[in-house]
């Protein structure tokens, strides 16, 4: 599963990095950058499944990266991470279809499920080209 990581802070980041990797040799980081201007081209390009956003970021933040992702047609399931348990940012993420909202410090187990529910998400939105062989036979 493609992943790519935007967050502001480097030190966060690396840690980030490192803590999907460890996870499984299934994830693979597809880029990071440090906020959504930055972000928004590399994604285009990469063309990740998920894309794990830093919510207050400089130039544009991850809820605005998100709107902007959906309307270039990126299809990637987003998630949203954040220092702040804030109810409005909750609120807009629930509306821009996030996945998951992770709060910093990320626990192991939290990114783990996270990533496991994005996992399960994709397989039931992708059908198996082995299925639609079979239809056609039919």
Do not use: W
Not at 109 to 138: M, V
Request: negative net charge.
């Amino acid at each position: 599963m493609k992943i790519f990581l935007v967050e502001d802070e480097v030190f966060a980041l690396r840690t980030l990095c490192k803590k999907v990797r460890d996870l499984s040799p299934d994830y693979e980081i597809a880029g990071t950058a440090s906020d959504g201007v930055e972000a928004l081209p590399l994604i285009l390009e990469a063309r990740p499944e998920v894309v794990i956003t830093d919510i207050r970021m400089s130039r544009m933040d991850g809820l605005t990266l998100i709107r902007e992702m959906k309307e270039a047609g990126v299809s990637a399931i987003p998630v949203i991470l954040s220092g702040y348990q804030e109810f409005e940012y909750a609120k807009q993420a629930i509306h821009l279809g996030v996945n998951d909202y992770l709060l910093k410090p990320i626990e192991m187990n939290e990114l783990k499920e996270c990533l496991e529910s994005c996992r399960k998400r994709l397989k039931e939105t992708h059908t198996p080209p082995e299925y639609l062989l079979l239809l056609f036979r039919e």
